[in-house]
């Protein structure tokens, strides 16, 4: 076992008393409104047909991002694509899905997932910054893989996934990112 020292224990107290914290006001929140911080399982989600859609009270963004996330793949399939890999991560990030074209080629999918445009449109989350992350990641992808780019067709390509105000998934698929 390794010792904290001294540091590590000023640390280690330091953390526990934000988690007592945090704790604290997650069980006063949640006695005012008990479906504070429900997290996903079977019940966060409906399937409906092959679409899975969320339920009718707000998702937090993490829950909201997977269930984009599974509306993109089954979105993605039904316009027949292979899908090859989801939610690969590396030091350099992650990539939501990579999915194979009918036409062959290999697609590395964003997928942003907005309930609303608050925040602007799922597009608009794509900057130069995360182009240029997406464009590391997938060269690690095929690294791994020894695959290289100049023998087959590769594409980043964003999947936004809005929510209507029916709760009904809104897919738009744009190949080809620069």
């Not at 590590?8 to 409104?33: D, I, L, P, Q």
């Not at 998702?59 to 890999?85: F, P």
């Not at 130069?128 to 390509?157: E, F, T, Y």
Request: charged fraction near 25%.
């Amino acid at each position: 076992m390794f010792g904290l020292g001294q540091g590590g224990r000023a640390r280690k107290a330091e953390f526990m008393s934000y988690a007592n914290t945090v704790e604290t006001s997650h069980k006063a929140c949640t006695e005012t409104n008990p479906r504070c911080h429900d997290t996903v399982g079977d019940s966060a989600l409906r399937t409906v047909g092959q679409i899975v859609s969320p339920p009718r009270n707000n998702l937090h963004n993490r829950q909201l991002g997977m269930a984009g996330e599974e509306v993109a793949a089954e979105s993605l399939k039904a316009a027949g694509y292979v899908i090859v890999d989801r939610n690969w991560r590396c030091r350099a990030g992650e990539v939501d899905i990579v999915a194979l074209s009918p036409e062959g080629v290999l697609g590395f999918v964003e997928v942003k997932t907005r309930s609303n445009h608050r925040h602007g449109l799922p597009i608009e989350a794509i900057t130069m910054k995360k182009l240029a992350r997406m464009r590391r990641v997938m060269g690690a992808w095929l690294a791994q893989r020894d695959i290289v780019p100049v023998h087959r067709a590769v594409s980043l390509d964003l999947c936004s996934v809005d929510w209507d105000g029916h709760g009904e998934p809104v897919v738009k698929h744009l190949q080809g990112l620069k």
